[in-house]
């Protein structure tokens, strides 16, 4: 023991010279050997947390999501944010005399000093000051050792100099390290209390300051700290911080916004991301989802999906990507691939009347048809398995039905349709020939973000623009992918509920006024969708699981749509639209015809088809076909001759350049030409 109160005794005699010559500015050897000092607003501007802050378009904070696995802190906090009780419980436990000194306290050194050598103690002499000077270096061997001790209380007097003592606090609070991962009060408060470090208790506050010199202290020696530093507190110690050492991880501060946050994450290392996201619209259809969704459960129903935007400038106002109490938490149901269903028929009408084929008020056929590949037939049918006959098309676009949207597709006659979605943004698409007629009835898989961008293409008059998700986001050039006249035609359609009340009724979800609404439910009931909008919003939904499990009776008038609903009222209550889609100036779509014009659906002007010399000329035969009211009075002319038969005959090809033409009570409805080579 002697030994070592002499070794002690010769420690304290060098500290007190290098204090003596730091106090007068003689310690040039170890000024000249040491690290440059960085300034308050370097070691501020290089603080990097290791999460990505999510906040809404006024900066109040959404979600935060850990990009850095390696250590735990948070964004720098001014010392006004910091609980004025935690700074004092940190000032007592590690250097009360903060604001009297000059950077080294005489008193503390002599302290441990004499805690080391006549009481084994390993009570150290380090002020905040000089404790700072190793959590701002680049290198912290710099100050190890006998010399590192001697470099840091000059270095201590010198710092003082140049920063402020609530700088100098400011900066201790935001890097010390304390228990496992965390560093800052910021992450430790979040850890251990799940709160900021604003609003720690006394008790909180005495748990926490006195980890600072053992950050992984263990319980006993935990609380046998807090009891030193608040006596009159120590009953409480013992059940309170057995209960703090049992936490695992961190319980996150804000968890509103998981999927965009994910999306983001790979764009941005760390920091405040500021979104377009509006946080009562973000809150409100989280809540909307996961309401609903647990009202499903019981129809094996676990999954939902929103996306809100604003058609003007594409800010995405909602994104919410899963249902909240999903098992596959992190799936994001906003980009994944899913079977669109009917969702898709708006932009084969839209199609046709850029073409000039069709009009809202144009009369189609709704019967059975067969439609004949190389590997079968496909026959198409409604939902409810009943044909409805001849209807105006707005009646077949807004009752969504089947049958007459692949004969639709059939008089397109051209990849006119597929062309158009992918013009609307539709990724991954197959070439046409993989889906045939059956891409009229939404056999392909699409995201929520595309189809909701397609609708709101239409609301904005046919004119596609990309998304914004955060405000930094530079706009996209805009394209016009459907004229002003073919997404207007559209987009009235959808607003009128006479047209839906052939398939959903008077009074469904989707009877919302002065808004366009398509639903679709894709094979077997996997996927629900619901998509409309006004003249502000867009809104897109989901509905389904994401293991691809069927849903027990569940349509989209009854999965998604109900969501969709209450955001629409949401939005028109809190954001009122500026104008009436009922008042939007439509072309040619309130004149309409006394009567259904008749016309040929097979073959399609301008074809060109070639025999097959492999089979009997008599037995190849090719159809046609025509629509229009009072089918025994149509009446077909071949090459100016007049042939029996009325809407439907065979006829067998020849060589050569024909024309067919089709009669309507004796009146010429159409002329068609084709190639036979």
């Known amino acids: 023991m002697g030994g070592s109160r002499v070794i002690y005794k010769k420690f304290f005699s060098g500290l007190a010279v290098i204090v003596a010559l730091g106090m007068t500015g003689s310690a040039a050897y170890f000024i000249q050997t040491s690290p440059t000092l960085p300034t308050y607003s370097d070691v501020k501007q290089r603080h990097q947390s290791s999460d990505l802050y999510i906040v809404d378009h006024e900066g109040r904070l959404l979600h935060q999501w850990r990009k850095n696995k390696d250590h735990r802190i948070f964004q720098w906090m001014s010392l006004e944010q910091i609980s004025p009780i935690l700074i004092a419980e940190v000032l007592k436990s590690e250097d009360r005399d903060f604001y009297s000194h000059s950077g080294v306290s005489l008193k503390a050194l002599l302290a441990s000093l004499y805690q080391r050598s006549f009481k084994d103690s390993s009570r150290g002499g380090s ?94 020696e935990w609380q046998k700290r807090a009891c030193w530093q608040e006596p009159t507190l120590c009953s409480e110690f013992s059940t309170f911080i057995t209960e703090l ?155 969504s039905l089947n049958v007459p949207a692949v004969k639709v597709f059939k008089l397109l006659n051209d990849e006119s349709f597929w062309g158009h979605l992918q013009a609307l943004g539709f990724r991954n698409l197959k070439e046409p020939e993989h889906y045939g007629p059956a891409l009229a009835l939404g056999v392909a898989d699409i995201t929520l973000e595309d189809l909701t961008q397609a609708y709101r293409t239409l609301a904005n008059n046919g004119i596609y623009t990309g998304l914004r998700f955060t405000t930094s986001t530079t706009p996209s050039e805009a394209r016009q992918v459907f004229s002003l006249k073919a997404a207007q035609s559209v987009s009235y359609i959808l607003a009128q509920n006479e047209n839906r009340s052939l398939g959903f009724g008077l009074d469904s979800a989707l009877s919302a006024p002065e808004v366009s609404v398509k639903t679709g439910t894709s094979k077997d009931m996997r996927d629900n969708w619901c998509v409309g909008f006004n003249s502000r919003f867009t809104v897109g939904v989901w509905v389904g699981n994401f293991s691809g499990e069927p849903m027990w009776n569940v349509m989209g008038v009854t999965g998604a749509a109900p969501i969709w609903k209450n955001i629409m009222e949401f939005l028109d209550r809190n954001y009122p639209s500026p104008r009436s889609l009922q008042k939007m100036e439509l072309v040619e779509v309130a004149s309409p015809q006394k009567y259904p014009q008749a016309r040929i659906v097979y073959p399609q002007d301008g074809m060109i088809m070639a025999l097959d010399p492999a089979i009997p000329r008599s037995h190849q035969k090719m159809p046609l076909l025509a629509e229009g009211p009072h089918p025994d ?39 068609v030409e084709v190639l036979v080579k």
């Open 127 to 220: 002020t905040i000051t000089m404790q700072l000077l190793k959590l701002i270096s680049r290198d912290r061997a710099t100050y190890t050792g006998f010399l590192g001790k001697l470099r840091q209380v000059v270095l201590g007097f010198k710092i003082e100099k140049t920063w402020t003592k609530k700088e100098i606090l400011e900066a201790y609070l935001n890097l010390i390290p304390l228990r496992g991962e965390h560093q800052g009060v910021s992450s430790s408060s979040w850890a251990l209390f799940q709160k900021p470090p604003t609003t720690v208790t006394l008790k909180e506050a005495v748990a926490m300051a006195v980890l600072i010199r053992s950050p992984n202290a263990s319980v006993p």
């Open 245 to 399: 050492s049992l936490k695992r991880g961190l319980a996150e501060s804000a968890n509103k916004a998981l999927h965009l946050a994910q999306r983001l994450s790979p764009q941005f290392t760390s920091g405040e991301i500021r979104t377009t996201l509006r946080a009562d619209v973000q809150t409100y259809a989280q809540e909307v989802v996961k309401s609903q969704i647990l009202n499903l459960q019981s129809q094996n129903v676990h999954d939902a999906a929103v996306l809100v935007i604003e058609n003007a400038t594409g800010n995405v106002w909602a994104y919410v990507g899963g249902s909240g109490i999903s098992e596959k938490k992190y799936v994001d149901g906003v980009q994944a691939y899913r079977q669109a269903g009917s969702t898709l028929k708006p932009f084969l009408y839209a199609t046709a009347f850029e073409k000039g084929l069709l009009t809202p008020d144009s009369w189609i056929e709704d019967s059975a048809v067969d439609i004949v590949f190389a590997s079968g037939v496909y026959k198409p049918q409604n939902h409810d398995k009943q044909f409805y006959g001849w209807v105006q098309v707005k009646t077949a676009l807004g009752s």
């Open 633 to 671: 009075k149509l009446q077909w002319k071949i090459n100016g001759k007049r042939v029996g038969g009325n809407h439907s005959i065979l006829w067998t090809p020849e060589s050569g350049r024909h024309t067919f033409e089709l009669y309507q009570n004796q009146k010429l409805a159409q002329k």
